[in-house]
């Protein structure tokens, strides 16, 4: 047999360790971030181009997936809005995670009054209710891709700081890290090399959550109106702008709608897959 | 004559493993225990001596299974019964004594309802019979107060009397056979005689028939008539107790004899030489404790009171106690992980700072900690060569290019392969995380080494290994420790001297050598006729001797 290169074999093998929920979920998540990458690549045609065909027209060969409110290609425009999407979502939940678990981290190493001030100003944020949130920051700063980037990372940072927070505590207190304490190691060697790499693995389950939550609420936003605005659409945008196709049973609504749910389940799949395989792990380690 | 009430033929149990093969762990096992007979499975840890225990009582642990062989308690075969069947037999005709009896306990309901549950869900006995039954059983078990014991909640008795109410409980079917599964392991030494001497007796008055599993050989010399030794799910000898502890044919066994020797490690010589060497320790009026300081400087939650010792350069000062002795925090004060509330400790004749902020960085290499669980002080991330070479860095203690060569002297020093610096803790038996757990505190080239139960989680083999690696390395460098155990033989065995705590406070202090002679602390005295001796008897022998101290 060929052998294949490193990384391809990698891939491989991890999904051969998967259950089939879990494959089933690789194999969507990654065609999803394919689509994000190469969209306006693969897409027939321009994403602006108004057919010869009528508004709300059903699916054709020409039009996969029929056309839109103005006569636009529904599938040109699912694939290039994935690219708002999974891009603008991926960036707030990497921030989110990011942010998180290193005040988390901070505050666990650092501890006693430190600890007590970014908790609670961490608890202030998680009782704000994010949609006011949202709207605010939307009518102070305008809607710009960073403003929501920003919007949606400081909607759900609190969260993972709460994950990320309960896990370095309790490997604070594990001897190892009083041993490195009873070494004179520095606060930045104890946080990074003894507290961070045993905390990697539930994080990167969480961001995969946090992923998918972050879709949802910037996909919602797109419907209100005030996500990613025209002439770029993403697919919240996409559900927006064709619902009065509804009443004419036109696709167009639905399509979007349903990138939006197999994304998501998707991703879902895959991280519960990867949670309850771990947590075999764990069980077995310990007895 | 005699009754067959468990017969096992030709056990083999299957287990799978993480990457899906199916491994024994059970390799065709026979045994049989007559009517009124004590049967023990002895063996360390994964001999196969709790699986077969379960198996008993037709059970298996998820991912395991019975893959041939037959079992048969009071002619009933359990290996092709179906559950329902089993439903009856559990805890009617097969009962099951657990290790943790607190954690087997339900807290929120008092214990007379847990223990009379079982023989009232097989439909027994009504309630009121079942509890006056119950009284019996709790005094012929001495339990103080059987009338209203079972009134209390779990959390309100002490660990052993929970142990012996767990008993209680097991016998309130009068199953045809009770199996006990390392039901002392978990207690102190002193709570353990009152345990081993209550089921002993219940044992006789009650001819129980009844599977013992432990890993000690002394404990089940008093317990057992016969026994099974096992290794790695094999059987290894099986033979009446006397014959065992007489004359051993297996070398397993014998080798298992050696290690539960109480040996004395320390040659006169040793003793010797180290009897006038300067103190490298001093601890005087020591008080610490957790929580807020009253006005006096005491805080709320006293752990240690007034504790004095001495370590001297080459020797070994033995710290001995039970659970809540404060040992442990001993350990923390003089590390400088707890600060003290009042007392002077002073190192080399220099104070020595009460936290680690007031000690600098030659202090934190002088001192190293070595602590009890292997388990967790390893960081599971760092491979074993990035664990020792951590601490040569930061204390500079080589040169940057010499730290592999270190590393593997060092390894090399605790009796591992140099090749075992690339695996990562995961990977390694308990034993040799102990070693390396040891071999990091060495690394910093200390002048005192805390040893705080280092050998309590290992199996008793692994363990004399460990002790022999202390002494060996005490005599090469000249170190000086202080060993905390709540072991008295292996105090006695590598220690200099010895300083007993009980709740917190010291309560005798002498010579290894003056350890047996009188007058000591009826504490001390009651610790060393509570360790069990590798001989018949030595139950009946020990318990006189504590009644005639205690009048």
Same mark, same amino acid.
């Given at each position: 047999?060929?052998?294949?290169?490193?990384?391809?074999?990698?891939?491989?093998?991890?999904?051969?360790?998967?259950?089939?929920?879990?494959r089933?979920?690789?194999?969507?998540?990654?065609?999803?971030?394919?689509?994000?990458?190469f969209?306006?690549?693969?897409?027939?045609y321009?994403?602006?181009?108004?057919?010869?065909?009528?508004?709300?027209?059903?699916?054709?060969?020409?039009?996969?997936?029929?056309?839109?409110?103005?006569?636009?290609?529904?599938?040109?425009?699912?694939?290039v809005?994935?690219?708002?999407?999974?891009?603008?979502?991926?960036?707030?939940?990497?921030?989110?995670?990011?942010?998180g678990?290193?005040?988390?981290?901070?505050?666990?190493?650092?501890?006693?009054?430190?600890?007590?001030?970014?908790?609670?100003?961490?608890?202030?944020?998680?009782?704000?209710?994010?949609?006011?949130?949202?709207?605010?920051?939307?009518?102070?700063?305008?809607?710009?891709?960073?403003?929501?980037?920003?919007?949606?990372?400081?909607?759900?940072?609190?969260?993972?700081?709460?994950?990320?927070?309960?896990?370095?505590?309790?490997?604070n207190a594990?001897?190892?890290?009083?041993?490195?304490?009873?070494?004179?190691?520095?606060?930045?060697h104890?946080?990074?090399?003894?507290?961070?790499?045993?905390?990697?693995?539930?994080?990167?389950?969480?961001?995969?959550?946090?992923?998918?939550?972050?879709?949802?609420?910037?996909?919602?936003?797109?419907?209100?109106?005030?996500?990613?605005?025209?002439?770029?659409?993403?697919?919240?945008?996409?559900?927006?702008?064709?619902?009065?196709?509804?009443?004419?049973?036109?696709?167009?609504?639905?399509?979007?709608?349903?990138?939006?749910?197999?994304?998501?389940?998707?991703?879902?799949?895959?991280?519960?897959?990867?949670?309850?395989?771990?947590?075999?792990?764990?069980?077995?380690?310990?007895? | 004559?005699?009754?067959?009430?468990?017969?096992v033929?030709?056990?083999?149990?299957?287990?799978?493993?993480?990457?899906?093969?199916?491994?024994?762990?059970?390799?065709?096992?026979?045994?049989?225990?007559?009517?009124?007979?004590?049967?023990?499975?002895?063996?360390?840890?994964?001999?196969?001596?709790?699986?077969?225990?379960?198996a008993?009582?037709?059970?298996?642990?998820?991912?395991?299974?019975?893959?041939?062989g037959?079992?048969?308690?009071?002619?009933?075969?359990?290996v092709?019964?179906?559950?329902?069947?089993?439903?009856?037999?559990?805890?009617?005709?097969?009962?099951y004594?657990?290790?943790?009896?607190?954690?087997?306990?339900?807290?929120?309901?008092?214990?007379?309802?847990?223990?009379?549950?079982?023989?009232?869900?097989?439909?027994?006995?009504?309630?009121?019979?079942?509890?006056?039954?119950?009284?019996?059983?709790?005094?012929?078990?001495?339990?103080?107060?059987?009338?209203?014991?079972?009134?209390?909640?779990p959390?309100?008795?002490?660990?052993?009397?929970?142990?012996?109410?767990?008993?209680?409980?097991?016998?309130?079917?009068?199953?045809?056979?009770?199996?006990?599964?390392?039901?002392?392991?978990?207690?102190?030494?002193?709570?353990?005689?009152?345990?081993?001497?209550?089921?002993?007796?219940?044992?006789?008055?009650?001819?129980?028939?009844?599977?013992?599993?432990?890993?000690?050989?002394?404990?089940?010399?008093?317990?057992?008539?016969? @026994?099974?030794?096992?290794?790695?799910?094999?059987?290894?000898?099986?033979d009446?107790?006397?014959?065992?502890?007489?004359?051993?044919?297996?070398?397993?066994?014998?080798?298992?004899?050696?290690?539960?020797?109480?040996?004395?490690?320390?040659? =006169?010589?040793?003793?010797?030489?180290?009897?006038?060497?300067?103190?490298?320790?001093? @601890?005087?009026?020591?008080?610490?404790?957790?929580?807020?300081?009253?006005?006096?400087?005491?805080?709320?939650?006293?752990?240690?009171?007034?504790?004095?010792?001495?370590?001297?350069?080459?020797?070994?000062?033995?710290?001995?106690?039970?659970?809540?002795?404060?040992?442990?925090?001993?350990?923390?004060?003089?590390?400088?992980?707890?600060?003290?509330?009042?007392?002077?400790?002073?190192?080399?004749?220099?104070?020595?700072?009460?936290?680690?902020?007031?000690?600098?960085?030659?202090?934190?290499?002088?001192?190293?900690?070595?602590?009890?669980?292997?388990?967790?002080?390893?960081?599971?991330?760092?491979?074993?060569? =990035?664990?020792?070479?951590?601490?040569?860095?930061?204390?500079?203690?080589?040169?940057?290019r =010499?730290?592999?060569?270190?590393?593997?002297?060092?390894?090399?020093?605790?009796?591992l392969?140099?090749?075992?610096?690339?695996?990562?803790?995961?990977?390694?038996?308990?034993?040799?995380?102990?070693?390396?757990?040891?071999?990091?505190?060495?690394?910093?080239?200390?002048?005192?080494?805390?040893?705080?139960?280092?050998?309590?989680?290992?199996?008793?083999?692994?363990?004399?290994?460990?002790?022999?690696?202390?002494?060996e390395?005490?005599?090469?460098?000249?170190?000086?420790?202080?060993?905390?155990?709540h072991?008295?033989?292996?105090?006695?065995?590598?220690?200099d001297?010895?300083?007993?705590?009980?709740?917190?406070?010291?309560v005798?202090?002498?010579?290894?050598?003056?350890?047996?002679?009188?007058?000591?602390?009826?504490?001390?005295?009651?610790?060393? =006729?509570?360790?069990?001796?590798?001989?018949?008897?030595?139950?009946?022998?020990?318990?006189?001797?504590?009644?005639?101290?205690?009048?």
């Open positions: 047999m060929k052998r294949l290169p490193y990384a391809p074999r990698a891939l491989w093998r991890f999904f051969l360790s998967l259950p089939l929920s879990g089933i979920g690789l194999v969507i998540s990654l065609l999803w971030i394919f689509i994000a990458l969209g306006s690549m693969l897409a027939p321009g994403m602006e181009d108004v057919s010869n065909a009528s508004a709300f027209g059903p699916p054709s060969s020409a039009y996969w997936l029929g056309t839109d409110y103005l006569g636009r290609d529904l599938f040109t425009r699912i694939l809005g994935a690219r708002y999407s999974i891009g603008l979502a991926l960036a707030a939940a990497l921030l989110a995670s990011i942010c678990t290193l005040l988390a981290l901070l505050a666990t190493v650092i501890g006693h009054w430190f600890d007590e001030i970014v908790s609670r100003l961490v608890d202030a944020l998680l009782i704000t209710p994010s949609k006011i949130f949202a709207l605010l920051m939307i009518a102070i700063y305008g809607s710009s891709l960073p403003v929501l980037i920003l919007t949606a990372a400081v909607t759900y940072m609190p969260g993972a700081y709460r994950i990320a927070h309960a896990q370095a505590v309790g490997l594990m001897e190892y890290v009083m041993v490195a304490r009873m070494r004179g190691e520095s606060i930045w104890i946080a990074s090399r003894e507290i961070l790499p045993n905390m990697i693995h539930p994080m990167m389950a969480d961001f995969g959550l946090r992923f998918v939550y972050i879709i949802l609420m910037l996909s919602g936003l797109s419907f209100l109106g005030l996500g990613v605005q025209p002439p770029y659409a993403d697919w919240g945008s996409l559900v927006r702008e064709n619902l009065s196709g509804l009443f004419d049973g036109s696709p167009a609504v639905v399509m979007p709608a349903l990138a939006i749910a197999t994304l998501t389940i998707g991703t879902n799949l895959l991280i519960d897959s990867l949670t309850s395989r771990k947590r075999i792990k764990i069980k077995e380690g310990q007895s | 004559m005699s009754r067959l009430v468990v017969d033929s030709n056990l083999r149990v299957m287990a799978r493993t993480d990457d899906g093969d199916e491994v024994p762990i059970v390799k065709d096992v026979s045994f049989s225990v007559q009517a009124g007979e004590v049967l023990a499975l002895i063996g360390e840890s994964g001999s196969g001596k709790t699986t077969i225990a379960l008993l009582l037709g059970y298996v642990r998820r991912g395991c299974r019975i893959a041939g037959r079992i048969s308690v009071g002619g009933k075969e359990l092709s019964a179906d559950p329902r069947e089993l439903l009856a037999l559990r805890g009617r005709r097969v009962a004594v657990a290790q943790s009896a607190s954690a087997s306990f339900n807290p929120a309901r008092t214990i007379m309802d847990q223990v009379i549950e079982g023989a009232c869900v097989h439909g027994l006995t009504d309630r009121e019979a079942a509890r006056k039954k119950a009284m019996a059983l709790f005094r012929s078990l001495a339990l103080p107060m059987p009338e209203t014991i079972g009134m209390r909640y959390h309100q008795v002490s660990g052993g009397q929970l142990q012996r109410l767990m008993a209680a409980m097991a016998l309130m079917t009068d199953p045809e056979v009770v199996v006990f599964d390392e039901p002392t392991t978990a207690l102190d030494v002193t709570t353990q005689i009152e345990v081993l001497r209550a089921f002993k007796q219940a044992i006789k008055e009650r001819q129980i028939s009844a599977v013992y599993v432990s890993h000690d050989l002394a404990v089940v010399a008093q317990m057992a008539d016969r @026994v099974v030794v096992l290794r790695n799910g094999e059987m290894q000898e099986q009446e107790i006397s014959r065992i502890i007489g004359q051993p044919e297996n070398p397993y066994t014998r080798c298992l004899m050696q290690a539960a020797e109480a040996r004395v490690r320390l040659t =006169d010589a040793d003793a010797r030489q180290t009897m006038d060497s300067e103190p490298v320790l001093r @601890v005087e009026g020591l008080t610490a404790g957790y929580g807020k300081p009253d006005a006096s400087g005491v805080p709320a939650l006293r752990i240690l009171d007034d504790v004095n010792l001495v370590v001297r350069k080459g020797a070994t000062m033995g710290v001995i106690g039970e659970s809540g002795s404060g040992k442990s925090t001993l350990a923390y004060v003089i590390a400088g992980l707890l600060a003290p509330a009042k007392g002077k400790i002073s190192f080399h004749g220099k104070p020595l700072g009460g936290t680690l902020q007031q000690r600098d960085k030659d202090l934190y290499r002088r001192i190293q900690l070595v602590f009890q669980n292997a388990d967790t002080v390893l960081n599971p991330s760092n491979t074993i060569g =990035d664990i020792l070479a951590r601490p040569l860095r930061v204390f500079a203690r080589c040169q940057p =010499d730290v592999p060569r270190r590393v593997a002297e060092l390894l090399d020093m605790v009796k392969p140099a090749a075992m610096a690339r695996r990562r803790p995961a990977e390694l038996s308990g034993g040799q995380k102990q070693r390396i757990n040891l071999a990091r505190a060495l690394a910093a080239d200390p002048e005192l080494i805390i040893c705080d139960e280092v050998t309590s989680a290992l199996d008793t083999v692994v363990g004399a290994a460990i002790l022999d690696l202390l002494v390395l005490r005599r090469e460098l000249n170190m000086s420790y202080v060993f905390i155990s072991d008295i033989s292996t105090v006695r065995s590598i220690c001297e010895i300083t007993v705590l009980l709740q917190g406070r010291k005798d202090a002498c010579l290894r050598s003056e350890l047996s002679v009188q007058p000591r602390a009826p504490y001390t005295n009651l610790l060393i =006729d509570s360790v069990p001796e590798l001989r018949l008897g030595w139950l009946e022998e020990a318990c006189r001797r504590i009644d005639e101290r205690a009048r």
